[in-house]
């Protein structure tokens, strides 16, 4: 078993999480592993204790000897295929892959005993609050189900685990599923990766620093089904000029398109140019109308029992849903569809989406202050996550936005703060940048850091409003990630909560 990396020299590039799972993935399947990074031990002492003892570890620098005398190059989502040393090992003719292919590889040798299933979700935004909502209805349809990937903890330590248990077939259990959160970073360096059911959520302007305009950025992205044949399924956001014309990409042998829409003249069409040029798919999926989510799925009654006989059927009521906003509605109705090509059934599907709570720091409620509601959506890096978050409410908002700038352009921010927003309150390294572009059109007020962004938004608040920390940037220039950045909200939030409740005397 595992005979194409047995006994093979593998060098990891990137000694974080990811880097850290490949390296002791590939020891337990019998490769002779050394690990780099140009960071040195004082950074990365914790990654470091982590590793398998048979990983041998050189930091500070790439040794180009090593790497060039590597069968195989493994690289971490943070290493850009760019990297001048990347790209000497690649012009070298040395095999070069992600932790994602990575995993996918060593998977196929379960294959060969077990029917084991990638189902990959991405997208700009919603990507982890859909994968949830996927995993928690094939775990409530009795599904055995790995979460992993940009979500949790790695693939490849997931992946690993795995293979500790096949080694002692007693205890070895197949999982049906392995329910991965990918990223652009990820997809860059696939080569045979193939979920069997595929989701692209959206794509907007993000991480324009690494891949440097759109197209690239989008190539990235439809990498995702570029192994996908007939017997899979791509789920598609037909609300989304880019992702709705990407059927326009997958050939005659590609996998089976559905897509999920808040239009509702378009759930009762089936015309190919109502989806991009002609030949492209047939509008098929799920669709939101009248405060119902429903299913069109003609000539796809195999999926789901309860429509044969075609057509449209109203199965959801979108206000039965506990997590808020019109995003959400898309997340379910995307979880929904690939949980149907899973086999689950509408009730599984239905019992479950109406209770899922949602996720910390996506527009997740925290307190009520003297009339005030405070949500945390520190999950909110990019602009397009900021204006879905904002089109959430109908109250004013008070906006916390700000941190390190990911090269967007925040004058697409302009509509929705104009609609929506009565100030923002501006913090971190984009500061000043996010102020020449909304300036002219609402109040804005700058501060240092977070806790006394918080502070001046409840000053400005009133009751009847929301403050909302959205920060349309990442968190790095100030926090350690957008989590870390979440958990000082809320604590502000919550002392300020405290602080306002009547002393007891």
């Known amino acids: 078993m595992f005979k194409g990396i047995n006994g093979k020299r593998v060098v990891v590039i990137g000694l974080a999480r990811s880097g850290v ?11 002779i592993v050394t690990i780099m990074d140009v960071l040195g031990y004082k950074e990365l002492a914790g990654y470091v204790e982590q590793l398998d003892a048979a990983v041998d570890i050189k930091l500070g620098q790439f040794n180009e000897d090593i790497l060039n005398k590597a069968d195989m190059v493994v690289i971490s989502p943070g290493v850009p295929l760019q990297h001048p040393s990347i790209q000497r090992v690649r012009q070298n003719g040395i095999k070069v892959i992600g932790e994602l292919e990575l995993a ?3 998977m196929e040798e379960f294959n060969k005993i077990c029917s084991l299933g990638f189902l990959a979700i991405t997208g700009t935004n919603g990507k982890s609050t859909t994968t949830t909502m996927l995993n928690e209805i094939l775990k409530n349809s009795a599904f055995k189900t790995v979460l992993a990937g940009n979500i949790g903890k790695a693939i490849t330590e997931e992946i690993s685990k795995l293979v500790s248990s096949f080694e002692r077939p007693r205890e070895f259990a197949c999982p049906d599923y392995i329910v991965t959160e990918v990223s652009s970073f990820q997809m860059e360096s696939i080569d045979r990766f193939k979920p ?3 989701s692209i959520l ?4 993000d991480h324009l620093d690494r891949h440097l305009t759109m197209e690239n950025y989008t190539d990235a992205k439809c990498r995702i089904f570029e192994n996908q044949d007939k017997m899979n ?3 598609l956001n037909a609300d989304d000029p880019i992702t709705r014309d990407l059927a326009c990409r997958v050939g005659p042998n590609g996998p089976e398109v559905l897509y999920f829409s808040r239009k509702p ?5 089936n015309k190919e140019e109502d989806v991009g040029a002609p030949g492209c798919a047939r509008l098929r999926g799920a669709f939101y109308k009248d405060g119902i989510i429903s299913f069109n799925l003609p000539e796809l009654e195999v999926l789901c029992p309860e429509l044969v006989g075609g057509g449209e059927m109203p199965v959801f009521k979108a206000s039965d849903l506990k997590v808020t906003g019109v995003h959400n509605i898309e997340n379910a109705m995307a979880a929904a569809l690939m949980a149907l090509a899973c086999g689950c059934s509408m009730k599984d599907i239905w019992n479950t989406l109406k209770d899922f709570r949602g996720l910390q720091h996506r527009v997740e409620f925290v307190e009520e202050i003297d009339g005030v509601k405070y949500y945390n959506d520190s999950k909110g890096t990019n602009i397009w996550a900021v204006i879905k978050s904002l089109e959430s409410f109908e109250r004013p908002v008070v906006l916390i936005a700000g941190g390190r700038d990911k090269a967007g352009d925040f004058s697409a921010l302009r509509p929705a703060i104009k609609d929506k927003v009565k100030a923002a309150v501006l ?3 984009a500061s000043q940048k996010i102020n020449n572009s909304i300036h002219d059109i609402t109040s804005v007020y700058m501060e240092n850091d977070l806790p006394s962004a918080v502070l001046s938004a409840k000053g400005i608040a009133k009751s009847g409003d929301v403050v909302l920390l959205s920060p349309a940037c990442a968190s790095f220039d100030m926090f350690k990630d957008f989590e870390e950045r979440g958990r000082v909200f809320k604590d502000t939030v919550v002392g300020l909560y405290k602080d306002s409740l009547p002393k007891a005397v």
């Open 202 to 205: 959206n794509i907007t302007p």
């Open 233 to 235: 399924f791509l789920i």
């Open 196 to 198: 069997r059911v595929a």
């Open 427 to 429: 913090i971190g390294e």
């Open 265 to 269: 003249e378009l759930s009762w069409s």
């Open 104 to 106: 996918y590889q060593v």
């Open 21 to 31: 799972g490949a390296a002791n993935l590939l020891v337990r399947v019998g490769a």
